[in-house]
Structures are given as structure tokens and as C-alpha cells.
């Protein structure tokens, strides 16, 4: 198979109590492994398997006839960034040239957590809520997607996700996306997979 669930960068208990192990052993262990297993069985046969997981999503972003192999691509792409956005004891503020860029791109960091939450809570629906470095821009820009889009169908940079499909948190949250955003923000967000990013970004 040309594409393989990625492990998590923690134990399944490490995110506990905002990303609990039973949402884990759901989002991650199925829900994760179904878009890994639906997108090997897309590609089977197909020149898309040996290109990496970012080239296929661009070669099929925007073709009617590769809708799925998008959806489940976007989606892989999208949940390997989730996991690696989050570690435990995270959140605080970032540093350094990330810092810098944030003040002046986005008005510091406490708006930017502000702005940041307000995207993820108001995506109508299943997706996404992200900090991107715009390549064509230069500058850094908060978004959110919808479903399985993603920044990279752009040529853009992720540098860090919210997942705010339903999965996502609802066996720990119910129906309380806003107190689960904040709690991300607030205790999980990995600042430095964030800078690592932004350095990569920047070239």
C-alpha cells in the first residue's frame, strides 16, 4: 500500500482531558484509517500511488472526475497535520521569528488566539480552522476550510489546524465547539511544530 496511517506523536492518553483516548481510539483509529484505507484502494494501480501525499492532493484538487481521491487525500493530509499541531502541555505563546510574524501580520498573539478561535467555531459544518503562510503573500492569514479542503491545494503552508468536524469532539465536548477550540488553543496548540513549519515555510 503506497500510503500508511502515520502513528501518533504521543500516547493515545496524552491529550487527556481535551482530546481523550476513547475520541482517539475513534478519530484516529477509524476514522483517520478509513481515508488511508479508501485512498490506497483509489490509487490501486494508478500513477497518483507513487507520488507523494501532497503532489496527489494537488493533481486532483478542482477535477470532477477525482473528487473521492481528493476527499480522501485532503483528508489524510488534513488529520496527519491535526495530530501534529497538538501535543500535551502545549498551548502558551510561540517565540522568535513566528512571534514576530504574528505581531505583525496578525496584531499580536492574544488576537490572533481570538481570531483563531472565532474561525474554527464559526465553520459552518465540518472542517477546518488553520494558520497558513501564504506563499504568494508572504504573510501569515487565518482560514478555515470546509470538509477535506486544505491550504496545500493552494500552494499554500499550513503551520498549525483545528479539527472541528464532529468526530473531532464530540464524545468529550458534546456539543460544545467553542469550550473544545479554546481548550486546544489554550493547552494542546504545538508552538514549536508551528515554527518548525513557518521556518520550512520561509525557506
Do not use: C
Request: charged letters at 20%; zero cysteines.
Amino acid at each position: 500500500m503506497p500510503f500508511s496511517l502515520a502513528p501518533l506523536p504521543y500516547a493515545d492518553t496524552a491529550l487527556d482531558p481535551v482530546v481523550s483516548s476513547r475520541t482517539i481510539s475513534f478519530h484516529h483509529g477509524l476514522h483517520h484509517k478509513t481515508y488511508v484505507d479508501n485512498l490506497n484502494k483509489l490509487v490501486e494501480n494508478d500513477p497518483l500511488g507513487a507520488m507523494s501525499l501532497v503532489d496527489v492532493v494537488r493533481a486532483v484538487a478542482g477535477k470532477a472526475d477525482k473528487v473521492a481521491h481528493f476527499n480522501n487525500a485532503g483528508q489524510v493530509f488534513n488529520h496527519d497535520f491535526y495530530w501534529s499541531s497538538l501535543k500535551p502541555n502545549g498551548g502558551g505563546d510561540p517565540a522568535g521569528a513566528l512571534k514576530a510574524q504574528i505581531d505583525s501580520d496578525l496584531g499580536g498573539i492574544a488576537k490572533f488566539k481570538t481570531d483563531f478561535a472565532a474561525a474554527a467555531v464559526g465553520q459552518f459544518g465540518s472542517g477546518w480552522a488553520w494558520l497558513v503562510w501564504k506563499t504568494q503573500e508572504k504573510k501569515l492569514a487565518i482560514e478555515k476550510t470546509a470538509n477535506a479542503d486544505t491550504p496545500i491545494a493552494r500552494g499554500d503552508a499550513p503551520l498549525l489546524t483545528i479539527d472541528v468536524w464532529e468526530h473531532a469532539y464530540y464524545l468529550d465536548h458534546q456539543n460544545r465547539r467553542a469550550a473544545y477550540v479554546q481548550a486546544v488553543i489554550d493547552k494542546l496548540l504545538n508552538w514549536d511544530w508551528a515554527a518548525e513549519q513557518f521556518a520550512k515555510a520561509k525557506g
